[in-house]
T-cell receptor, first 113, second 117 residues
Framework: NAGVTQTPKFQVLKTGQSMTLQCAQD?????MSWYRQDPGMGLRLIHY???????DQGEVPNGYNVSRSTTEDFPLRLLSAAPSQTSVYFC????????????FGPGTRLTVL | AQTVTQSQPEMSVQEAETVTLSCTYD???????LFWYKQPPSRQMILVIR??????QNATENRFSVNFQKAAKSFSLKISDSQLGDAAMYFC??????????????FGKGTKLSVKP
């Protein structure tokens, strides 16, 4: 059981570039979410999904896009990277997002120049 | 809107001693969960302990215990017999007992705990 995996671990982008952060889980969890963590801040929710084909916005969704074509994968797309998106990104999953505890991936550190 | 406040940006404790991290939250709801997560330098978010709001008994996990005061909206974490491996950022988090967006975690800004040998 690998749990929640994220790739890449580190990434440097130039302003305006696009990229996809990958997240996968092998626990058959229905609920998956993306957070960003900025210095001196707690984690803030970007997008979440309650199952394949269903996604919704969190607290800070602007500049990000998600899709959920399978239960296992929940990629996060940066459409046109901006320096304000420099952050550490965490993916999390849980069985149903209500009763169950969320388990986090190891994070991706993204720098936008 | 629900908020979570951790008033101690940094704390320090001597190895083998006890330390308490504070957390308060603001909500008008009665059915929710509270969590403490640990984030060591590896960045991995690790669940330390959780508390269901409907339970009066304070949760305990080995050396970690909470003092849950529902009326005061307070949820402090006590670490007993502190170890060097306890050094980390600790985040308090809140979640409603609902599905959808209301079931998402809301985090405090964290407390950085240092453990002195």
């Amino acid at each position: 059981n690998a749990g929640v995996t994220q790739t890449p671990k580190f990434q440097v982008l130039k302003t305006g570039q696009s990229m996809t952060l990958q997240c996968a889980q092998d626990m058959n969890h229905e609920y998956m979410s993306w957070y960003r963590q900025d210095p001196g801040m707690g984690l803030r929710l970007i997008h979440y999904s309650v199952g394949a084909g269903i996604t919704d916005q969190g607290e800070v969704p602007n500049g990000y896009n998600v899709s959920r074509s399978t239960t296992e994968d929940f990629p996060l797309r940066l459409l046109s990277a901006a320096p304000s998106q420099t952050s550490v990104y965490f993916c999390a999953s849980s069985y149903d997002g209500v009763w169950d505890t969320q388990y986090f991936g190891p994070g991706t550190r993204l720098t936008v120049l | 809107a629900q908020t979570v406040t951790q008033s101690q940006p940094e704390m320090s404790v001597q190895e083998a001693e006890t330390v308490t991290l504070s957390c308060t939250y603001d909500t008008s709801e009665s059915d929710y969960y509270l969590f403490w997560y640990k984030q060591p330098p590896s960045r991995q978010m690790i669940l330390v302990i959780r508390q269901e709001a409907y339970k009066q008994q304070n949760a305990t996990e080995n050396r970690f215990s909470v003092n849950f005061q529902k009326a005061a909206k307070s949820f402090s974490l006590k670490i007993s017999d502190s170890q060097l491996g306890d050094a980390a950022m600790y985040f308090c988090a809140y979640r409603l007992n609902y599905g959808g967006s209301q079931g998402n975690l809301i985090f405090g800004k964290g407390t950085k705990l240092s453990v002195k040998p």
